[in-house]
């Protein structure tokens, strides 16, 4: 059973992949070749998926031919295991559908897309002094929350909103 803030970070999720690809136009999102390379628990026990009562679900290493690829800090996967955003030090944010094998564990990605945060003014975020996103999480209101680093702040992406609505800093 998924939790309403589960199911409101997942909505929100998919529908920030498609606000920010039908935002402003320097801000859509392209397609991206990833390649996924499976990373297994223990590099010395290849069969090895368990550590106490916990199941090992696989792990991927990404790569990609895109110069713009990479520096990711920040990972949101739908409460339903079907997709994943990445946001990076450079104001970038990758989605992708995740892919599983048989048994249901993690086995690679499909469907990449790539394309840059927008500000307030609708433009993509213009370099890493201000597009150096570090995290996300889920808001109460279905929206996801991004901090970024150098340049502090909260900005708050709301469903059918390419646009960020900023946070007061804490005690103002």
């Known amino acids: 059973m998924q ?49 106490g009562a916990l199941r090992y679900r696989g792990g991927l290493a990404l790569r990609s ?22 946001l990076s030090d450079r104001g970038l944010r990758l989605g992708a559908h995740l892919i599983y094998d048989a048994k249901g564990d993690l086995a690679g990605v499909r469907d990449g897309d790539l394309g840059a945060l927008s500000g307030p003014d609708g433009l993509p975020l213009a370099d890493k002094t201000v597009g150096d996103a570090e995290s996300l999480t889920p808001g109460a209101e279905g929206e996801i929350i991004v901090a970024f680093e150098r340049h502090h702040r909260l900005w708050r992406y709301f469903p059918g909103d390419p ?9 103002k």
Not at 9 to 36: N, T
Not at 163 to 171: A, I, N, Q, T, W
């Open 3 to 51: 939790t309403g803030l589960h199911m409101r970070f997942s909505l929100a999720c998919c529908v920030l992949c498609l606000c920010l690809a039908a935002g402003a136009p320097p801000a859509a999102a392209e397609p991206v070749a990833i390649e996924a390379r499976a990373v297994p628990l223990d590099d010395g026990d290849q069969a090895r998926d368990t550590v």
């Open 65 to 86: 031919p895109d110069p713009r690829f990479g520096g990711f800090s920040a990972l949101g996967v739908s409460s339903d295991g079907h997709r994943m955003i990445a």
């Open 163 to 171: 646009l960020p609505h900023p946070l007061p800093p804490p005690g």
